[in-house]
């Protein structure tokens, strides 16, 4: 790690205990909601398929998927794979993640441009973010001989960065088209209805706290490139 700067570390370090708090809350906010139990009774499951067959999506599967939070809609296989704890639960936390990962799904097949201009991305974002560490430490080490070692990772970290921002529209989308599809069916009201929606909500966070530290990062790494190509 010689020659590693100490500022990207700082920076680094900081973020990274952001995201362990707010991750931590939103934990903290899904176990609170895990205790209460929808009137209806249904669960994540049965939340999810209902939400399907309200937008008359036929060709996507709910299916269980194992961990914790570890709940996605995948376009590939067309499933929305939901966690132990929403698949058979009939919680209000529950039931707010299966409506918003079956809000991915309404998106899909709706063509929402940001989820295409994302799933466009993936590819590159995912071989950025593979050479990311390297570069970096390789950019440091040989900033003031080399600094276009250090503009090629600011291209590979904006990638990253970009990716993230556009992350955003998708995840308050998909979050809104589930509340609103979750009140307006009567699936959860009144108090139910708030408990999602603040569940939801730290779960955004979590994408937003992601995105500024994506976005920091890169400044900085633009500020390291002109003050060594002032040099």
Known sequence: ?????????????????VGFLVSTRLQSKFRHYSQFALRNGLTGKEIAEAMLRHYNINDVQVVPAQGFLTDHYNPMTKTVALSEAVYASNSIAAAAVAAHECGHAVQHATAYSMLQLRSRLVPFVQFSSMAQQWLLIAAFMVLNQFPQIMLITIIAFALTAAFSLITLPVEFDASRRALVWLEESGMARGEEHDGAKDALWWAA???????????????????????????
């Open 1 to 17: 790690m010689i020659g590693f700067d100490m500022g990207y570390m700082l920076i680094g370090g900081l973020f990274s205990v």
């Open 205 to 231: 966070m979590t994408y937003v706290a992601a995105a500024l530290s994506a976005l920091v990062m890169v400044v900085y790494l633009v500020m390291r490139y002109l003050a060594a190509t002032r040099d």
